[in-house]
Nanobody, 123 residues
Framework: QVTLVESGGGLVQAGGSLRLSCIYS??????IGWFRQAPGKDREFVIA????????YFADSIKGRFTISRDNVKNTVYLQMNSLSPEDTAVYYC??????????????????WGKGTLVTVSS
């Protein structure tokens, strides 16, 4: 079992930045990813990181704007979001799989989910 708790969401203006955190506890090793769900849309993969941080995976829509990192001492994964646009408005979810590395990042493959944190980008 892995427990995930997201934080850091809020309201930000277009062009601004925000950093989300995902605090995890439970089974190790595991890889962690971020997904998001905009109003009226399906949940989609955003970005992910392996257990040791050596591998990272990105959706094309956020390349060059979002970065991911983790601190296994603090049990936290960070999502740094820059150059935000209204299209980034969504509930952001942290998810995990019990693998030290993982490539098939899709909603149906995730074993554990957090409850999400809302990010709203105003124009």
């Amino acid at each position: 079992q892995v427990t995930l708790v997201e934080s850091g969401g809020g309201l930000v203006q277009a062009g601004g930045s925000l950093r989300l955190s995902c605090i995890y506890s439970g089974r190790t090793p595991h890889s962690i990813g971020w997904f998001r769900q905009a109003p009226g849309k399906d949940r989609e993969f955003v970005i992910a990181i392996s257990w040791n941080g050596g591998s990272k995976y990105f959706a094309d829509s956020i390349k060059g704007r979002f970065t991911i990192s983790r601190d296994n001492v603090k049990n936290t994964v960070y999502l740094q979001m820059n150059s935000l646009s209204p299209e980034d408005t969504a509930v952001y979810y942290c998810a995990a799989v019990s693998r030290d590395d993982y490539i098939a990042w899709r909603v149906g493959a995730m074993e554990f989910w957090g409850k999400g944190t809302l990010v709203t980008v105003s124009s």
